[in-house]
Nanobody
């Protein structure tokens, strides 16, 4: 069974950090681009970051994406978290490998992990 499983979410205070993990089972991520997305209550899903199969990632400010193909896992390091970062975070995989992660073009999705930033 092909599966993506996110972990690492939880409650963190503003200014804190979390590292999310996205582990694949049933297939290898070697040939997939991986994206992180998030959806806050009452808002549309939005892209957070994307990484190619070779490890080229889109990193914006506080969030850094990385991957370990030996562990079949992709990570999202989130620093200086703000209350507005509160959301369910999802990872998704797209066959092809290039650094392109359109929300409607991903092949597999995880079920998400909740990140709550609050004091």
């Amino acid at each position: 069974q092909l599966q993506l499983v996110e972990s690492g979410g939880g409650l963190v205070q503003p200014g804190g950090s979390l590292r999310l993990s996205c582990a694949a089972s049933g297939f290898t991520l070697d040939y997939y681009a991986i994206g992180w997305f998030r959806q806050a209550p009452g808002k549309e899903r939005e892209g957070v970051s994307c990484i190619s199969n070779s490890g080229s990632g889109t990193n914006y400010g506080r969030f850094t994406i990385s991957r370990d193909n030996d562990k079949n896992t992709v990570y999202l390091q989130m620093n200086s978290l703000k209350p507005e970062d509160t959301a369910v975070y999802y990872c998704a995989a797209r066959r092809g490998g290039a650094i392109w992660c359109p929300p409607n073009g991903m092949d597999y999705w995880g079920k998400g992990t909740l990140v709550t930033v609050s004091s």
